[in-house]
């Protein structure tokens, strides 16, 4: 398969098609010019040797894979035919039934990226059609593994979820940061410092849980059971509501994914 697709991006311009279509190149996953990218106003100065075009239509015509990657709300009025070709939406709500239908194909796929899909590292849930079949499956798994990971759920009820813990990507660990370095400076800390105790603290952890595999509720309890000083920062933190924000946050981006299939049905 490497090298060999026809995929088309309708939003590459955009931020999150730009990553994807970089991870794509980069995996060799498909040669420059069998990819096209399609975008609004100005064609950006990058991804050289591919096919740009702002007409949506032209990009499915020479695509065998067609990646819709626009904002929701931007989607409805699309106009893509793709005559039975593979669909994948990275849009967040949009269920696979409206796509299957707007876009005239049974053979679609609903998943989300993240943004670390631009270093390579997004974990991408995915969900595909009756009508997708094995090599579709295939094409999707080789595309999602060029951005990071990715993993086929059971139900679009999950994709749902997911948009919420994974979807969000780095703007959970980015607001615990921003509250440890609130704290950080309003104790005394220089900005710069607590910066970059506040970062290696959050790069550090992640490095450590993808090499050793170990289940964070391991982690918490070995530090707890240690009882110290980072045991009596869990301690203050759960007795806080920490667990229950979590929780609240997580229900909240669940339920806004499920109201967005809604509006566009």
Avoid at 49 to 68: E, K, P
Avoid at 102 to 110: A, D, I, P, S, W
Avoid at 137 to 152: L, M, N, P, S
């Amino acid at each position: 398969m490497s090298g060999s697709l026809r995929i088309g991006i309708v939003g590459g311009g955009g931020w999150l098609g730009g990553a994807i279509a970089a991870s794509l190149l980069n995996a060799g996953l498909v040669r420059p010019h069998n990819l096209s990218l399609s975008y609004r106003t100005q064609q950006p100065n990058r991804l050289s040797g591919c096919f740009w075009t702002t007409d949506n239509q032209q990009l499915a015509s020479r695509s065998d894979v067609i990646i819709v990657s626009v904002r929701p709300a931007d989607w409805p009025p699309l106009a893509i035919d793709a005559d039975g070709k593979l669909v994948i939406s990275v849009m967040a709500g949009v269920r696979l039934s409206q796509l299957a239908e707007h876009h005239n194909t049974k053979r679609v796929v609903r998943s989300l990226p993240n943004a670390a899909a631009e270093v390579g590292k997004s974990y991408t849930p995915w969900i595909g059609s009756e009508g997708v079949n094995d090599q579709d499956r295939a094409a999707v798994r080789a595309i999602f593994e060029a951005c990071g990971a990715q993993d086929e759920v059971e139900s679009e009820s999950d994709i749902d979820y997911l948009t919420g813990l994974s979807g969000s990507g780095p703007a959970f660990p980015a607001l615990l940061a921003d509250a440890m370095m609130r704290d950080a400076v309003s104790r005394g800390i220089k900005p710069d410092a607590a910066r970059r105790a506040v970062t290696a603290v959050l790069v550090g952890s992640g490095r450590l849980f993808e090499k050793s595999g170990e289940c964070p509720a391991d982690t918490v309890e070995a530090f707890v059971g240690y009882r110290g000083t980072t045991a009596a920062a869990i301690e203050a933190m759960r007795a806080a509501g920490f667990d229950a924000a979590v929780r609240d946050g997580l229900a909240a981006a669940f339920q806004k994914s499920v109201n967005m299939g809604k509006e566009h049905s």
